[in-house]
């Protein structure tokens, strides 16, 4: 296998956590990056606090970690969040900008300078943004989180056509419900009582023909055959981890 020098944004999340975990296992050199301080797994071989919101501030973690490993192969972009508020009616201008702002400008400031340190170097990397299939259909809820997640379906598709003659490829994996903290949050904002939030659970799953939903290891596998180096003609994908979701709804 070959080595690979690894950065992953929300490396203390509940998808991150497990990308971490497997690019580890795979026995690659990984880099995380969090809001949280403080490494989520001390096997990393650096940890860097990141707020994805500051350009500045990514900028600063890429040149760090070329600095300290000579080039970055793969970029998992995992950080991201939901927002607070369900009903998009309810939902202020303010909170509509701060979702754009982390899950959308943060995915593009660190693809851009990723995408940038790998054209400086010569890297034949991979550049790994994750989106959500809430951004390929209409929704009730949370309609900043799909509306900054299919705009992060762009900025994928329009990197994989810049950067393709330099041999760096561009994918974004769109996950479906996932049981990590963000669906239990949106889970909980359903009711107020610890019964309701599982009830909204277990309905949702039900709309799935997989009758579940994934496991963030399930997402992971993804990930990792995106970014694989034997896969780099797989570019401009978006690939959904979703149990079939797009079978039984949608548009």
């Known amino acids: 296998m070959t080595q690979q020098v690894v950065l992953i944004t ?4 509940g998808i991150g956590s497990q990308v971490v975990v497997a690019f580890l296992e795979r026995g690659d050199i990984v880099v995380g990056a969090d809001r949280t301080a403080g490494a989520p797994d001390q096997r990393l071989s650096a940890f860097h606090e990141l707020d994805v919101t500051d350009e500045a501030w ?10 300290e490993f000579g080039r970055i192969d793969v970029l998992v972009h995992a950080a991201g969040v939901l927002g607070t508020t369900a009903d998009p009616l ?5 909170e509509f900008e701060h979702v754009m702002l982390t899950n959308t400008a943060g995915s593009f400031s660190m693809a851009r300078e990723t995408a940038n340190a790998m054209l400086a170097i010569g890297t034949s990397g991979s550049i790994l943004l994750i989106s959500s299939v809430a951004a390929k259909e209409a929704r009730r809820d949370y309609l900043p989180y799909s509306a900054s997640k299919l705009a992060v379906l762009h900025i ?3 990197l994989a056509e810049i950067l ?6 561009v994918n974004a994996v769109t996950p479906g419900p996932v049981e990590t903290e963000m669906w239990a949050q949106k889970a909980r904002d359903s009711g107020a009582d610890p019964a309701s939030a599982t009830g909204a659970s277990a309905a949702r799953a039900l709309q799935l023909p997989m009758r579940r939903f994934a ?6 596998r993804a990930i990792v055959f995106l970014t694989l180096p034997e896969n780099r003609y797989i570019s401009g994908v978006s690939l959904d981890v979703a149990g079939g979701a797009h079978l039984g709804m949608g548009t």
């Open 10 to 13: 929300g490396s203390s999340g």
């Open 58 to 67: 990514c900028a600063a973690v890429v040149v760090a970690v070329v600095a």
């Open 90 to 94: 309810a939902t202020s201008t303010r």
């Open 156 to 158: 994928m598709w329009s």
């Open 164 to 169: 393709g003659p330099s041999g760096i490829s």
């Open 215 to 220: 496991q963030p290891e399930e997402v992971t």
